[in-house]
């Protein structure tokens, strides 16, 4: 089963940010952005460890090759959680800062057993 394009993703979010009317939150924009960096720099990284493999040849200063990690599976794992923290933070501020989603929620739901007590 193939996953969600990045794309996909991104509007997947989009949509809950519009539910919750935060889409032009200060925070949520600003965050979202920065999310969608992260996630183009992972896939700039992926295509560079695919096209290189895990290891790469380092050539020192005397012309001695050595072979080494491939430093972009170092940066791709930071990027990686970065953007998961990215991730984590953009939910937080859709279900804070954005309104009770139609139809109700927990908020809702607790006025409704009030009034109907």
């Known amino acids: 089963?193939?996953?969600?394009?990045?794309?996909?993703?991104?509007?997947?979010?989009?949509?809950?940010?519009?539910?919750?009317?935060?889409?032009?939150?200060?925070?949520?924009?600003?965050?979202?952005k920065r999310y969608q960096v992260q996630m183009k720099i992972l896939a700039d990284l992926e295509k560079a460890i695919m096209e290189y493999g895990a290891t790469v040849t380092k050539e020192y200063v005397k012309g001695r090759q050595n072979l080494v990690a491939n430093p972009a599976i170092t940066e791709y794992n930071k990027t990686a959680t970065a953007a998961n923290g990215t991730v984590t933070?953009?939910?937080?501020?859709?279900?804070?800062?954005?309104?009770?989603p139609a139809g109700g929620g927990?908020?809702?739901?607790?006025?409704?057993?009030?009034?109907?007590?």
């Open 1 to 32: 089963m193939k996953g969600k394009s990045l794309q996909e993703q991104a509007n997947e979010i989009l949509a809950r940010a519009e539910e919750r009317g935060v889409q032009s939150n200060f925070f949520f924009v600003t965050t979202f």
């Open 89 to 100: 933070t953009l939910m937080r501020i859709i279900e804070q800062a954005g309104d009770e």
């Open 106 to 117: 927990k908020l809702q739901d607790l006025i409704s057993a009030l009034h109907d007590g």
